[in-house]
């Protein structure tokens, strides 16, 4: 089955392979040197440990890649009844594909980590630990798409719209700016991906100790919706 998989995802990895590349091109840590020799102004070098914030963004992108589409799109194109006319349970087929994208993700980030600091660097430094916030920001993400698969077919652009909002409400908020009233912002915030839970954590792997809480609560909000998503999957009957 994995082979199989293996083979149906080859097409997305390509897109994966151009996110990384994508994320190369806007890491600032991979760039820093040409910024100085351009004469502006650079920020702080948080040197490899800082690239945890790129190997979570890619990580979690990766999924949406990966799996957007998957269990909507099989429904849409009448495989979902040619996959499980045989005694094959939607359940065990789809959540080896959740798994096979997370490993493929972490993978996809780890690739980055080295190949990136060879490539800007000449040499590898090491950030390991930031594999740890890339598994994290995987899970939660690929519990948003995985119900969100389950519900509606327009998932990937839903999830894709859910990421930029999550991304540029972070940013505002880090600016001291709060774009939705503040009732309305609990309600988003326990919605939405937690970017909140997953900058402490970025904050922790810089500080040089895992922020254990925040990891809590980040791989919890993705396995409540990857639970939620089977639940969903097992009591509906899909044409």
């Known amino acids: 089955m994995i082979p199989v998989m293996l083979r149906g995802m080859l097409p997305r990895l390509a897109l994966v392979a151009l996110a990384g590349w994508m994320f190369y091109l806007l890491e600032p840590g991979f760039h820093e040197h040409a910024t100085e020799l351009a004469g502006e102004e650079v920020g702080l ?19 949406l890649i990966l799996l957007g589409g998957s269990l909507s799109g099989d429904r849409a194109n009448g495989w ?5 006319a045989h005694p094959t349970r939607p359940l065990a087929y789809y959540g080896v594909q959740w798994l096979l994208a997370l490993v493929l993700s972490v993978a996809a980030s780890a690739v980055f980590l080295v190949v990136g600091q060879i490539a800007a660097w000449g040499e590898f430094q090491g950030g390991w ?29 839903v999830a894709l719209i859910l990421y930029i909002t999550n991304y540029v409400w972070l940013q505002a908020i880090s600016l001291g700016v709060q774009p939705v009233p503040g009732g309305f912002a609990d309600v988003l915030a326990l919605l ?4 909140l839970a997953l900058s402490d954590v970025f904050d922790g792997i810089l500080a040089g100790q895992i922020a254990w809480v925040p990891s809590a609560y980040a791989a919890g909000y993705g396995l409540f919706w990857l639970i939620v998503a089977g639940v969903l999957l097992r009591m509906r009957e899909w044409p």
Do not use: E, K
Request: net charge positive; glycine share 10%.
């Open 80 to 84: 979902y009844r040619m996959y499980f």
């Open 45 to 63: 070098n948080l040197g490899y440990l800082g690239i945890a914030a790129s190997l979570s963004n890619l990580s979690a992108f990766s999924m």
């Open 192 to 195: 939405l991906p937690p970017q």
């Open 129 to 157: 630990s930031g594999l740890w916030l890339a598994l994290l920001a995987a899970i939660s993400y690929g519990g948003m798409i995985a119900v969100l698969s389950v519900l509606i077919r327009g998932d990937t652009w």
